[in-house]
């Protein structure tokens, strides 16, 4: 793999430092051991098992490294390395649970390229001037219990932890519970962590870096998202002996909504995406007109006020569809979170450092929602992307190649030594390097 | 309920004969306590313990109304009563098999009212120059074996008994395994019996005699009838980082299909029908653009080049939608037939007498596949539709008022006294009436 060469914008001696691929490699991989799946994917649903071998194998490697731990009531858990100073932490991290066919990368790299930062500070004896930590979050996923984000959420105090800790899974398991059986039920109360500034490192998830040919993504922010169940009730009948003009077609409604909102992704352009992903028709037989419909639709914008747009854009949509076919078309919200807009100078660091360490950058918001869009409420946050191959993710297949691990990962380290040494006249301070 | 006036252009003393529409009613509710489900439906699928217990009760009315019972190698079951000369029989019928979630008319009906015709002849000690002959066939629904109206179309001729009776279940059991069981595994060859006319009295199963106000359907066919499966192929991928320009949304695929396939409907008028009635995404995730989906188009038609028009139409569109979204859709056919016009002359005949019996008619195909759509192909045939209230059927709140299930089976009666006395010169003969 090329290494980048060595940054000429950065000037202290710690600009040349880079990460031990190999090693973060060799994590990746053992982590990607617990819960691995048929074709090189992973299995790790939040609180399960493997989950708990999962967190086992990380907080022995950030006790391996000297970090101390914290593991909160919602079971983040946060491995600190002191600074020269006291007080909050820089941190990074992400999360390692996963959905039920995942891969090896979303989250892992983003907490398993924190402890490779730790390593190499470690093995070349740096200290920060602040401390720097290193965090993973419960339930990022929400595969498994209702919401995603669930962890950070709580740990920026933005959800409670108590409705949290009540959700249940749809057989009749509790996170409480769940926290318990597993040994992650912390005492540290979420929302009692102060955080200087966080950064978290994650593949796209996305085909645009892949596509533009771009090593890394300074991300902007993360979008908007708006997920709704459409529930369509027509009139169930035979589809041999009525006639169109007498029909009230719920599959059609749930079609037409489906084409509309291409339409109105397209109508609106810019950076909104919208998506219908689920479709069930009942009886959902070949010869009758089905009674009722379910679809889900994901609208996702960057702006909160063309987020909205998208919305009302959809209700209008819906309306005219019920009227011209005779439905009835009902809305209910599964989830709904603003649009996050990370701190510009944070961005400008990322965006700075990439290119100094002479990687092509773009900047770019987050289509998927991250830990860093939580934590971004508490505390001055940035992320770095690495390119997807395909764009895939949420897929065993999920694949970045081991240089744009590298890559990441060194951005990574540069940042956090920027954030976590910078004097009060926004300097950089030399650390203290091994004699 | 009221009675038609007495038909003044049927001259003969029969034509004043009327059924028992109590007796009748009685026979009705007595079937449907077999297989009997909430919401005063019935499940009576083909070949099971509740089909048996059916056609015990059925058999044993048409051993008490004197009838002679042949069962052939699918378990079709023929009633016969002699008449003054020998011969292939005037045949009446349809089939008590019914869908997991059906009503108590459908197929019901037009067996039961044939008994009643049979009991009234009896009653009034009336004798026809044909013999007189009811019929119920096996598996009409195709609810549990494929195909549908596999007995008729067996008994005709159309399909072969030994395909038939391999035919397999889902669970493994086969239809010859079933009907020994049930002990109705027959002897007689199908496509042995001859049919002299066959006349097939059923509720209309769809919405307009009772939108039009009118009270007898005269069927002048039944539609040509292609179902389709169709399996769209595209690529998964995150629903927030994926920009819709480089989407193959498997989702969005099915939907332009089945706003197509309505556009197509539209656009041909006529009676051409269409219907999606089944639309399935893989993955179905609110935050996963479909990777694959499959859905079901059916189409039907009364004219065979207008069906297969909508046929190419439904191509071409599928083509257009493949290119311009990146997806591979292919299509897989699950049944076609093609359409079937009845004898002129017994349409007439069938709208003539339902005039001179003083009730409203129309002209109008079948949208439903029937028993009567196999025996066509052996035998001049025709059929009654009385009206089905809100068009139900396949649904446990079909209904049908008894005065239109009355004014059906009178029909039925005056014409089958048409057809099994008529003689050569085509006049109606008194037959053999109580001194």
Redesign the interface.
Known sequence: MTRAASPASLTTPLADLQINCDRLLHRLDQLAQIGAIAGGGVCRLALTDEDKAGRDVVVSWMRELGLTITVDQLGNVVGTRAGLVAGPPVMTGSHIDTVA?GGRYDGNLGVLAGLEVIATLNEHHIQTRYPLAVAFFTNEEGARFHPDMMGSWAFSGGLSSDAALAEVETDGTTVAAELTRIGYAGTVPCGSQPVKAFVELHV?????LE?EGVQIGAVTGV?G?S?Q?LTVTG??????????S?RH?A??G???I??AV?EL??AMGG???????????Q????????KAAKL?V?L?NTDSALLKQAEATLQTQMAAIAAAEGLEITAQS?ARFEPVSFAPKMIDCVERTAKALGFSVKRMP????HDAGMIAAIAPTAMIFVPSV??????VKEYTAPEDLENGTNVLLQVLLQLASLSKAGVIQPSLKDE
Request: proline share 5%.
């Open positions: 066919t796209e998830q996305g085909p645009v596509q979008q998202m997920w169940e009139v169930s009948n035979h589809a041999g002996t009525t006639p169109m007498l077609d599959g059609y749930a079609s037409a489906a084409v291409r992704a397209l950076n909104q995406v919208a998506t219908v992903g689920s479709i069930q028709l009886p959902g037989l070949v010869n009758v007109i089905a889900t994901d996702r599964l987050s289509g998927a929602g395909n764009g895939l993710s949420h897929n």
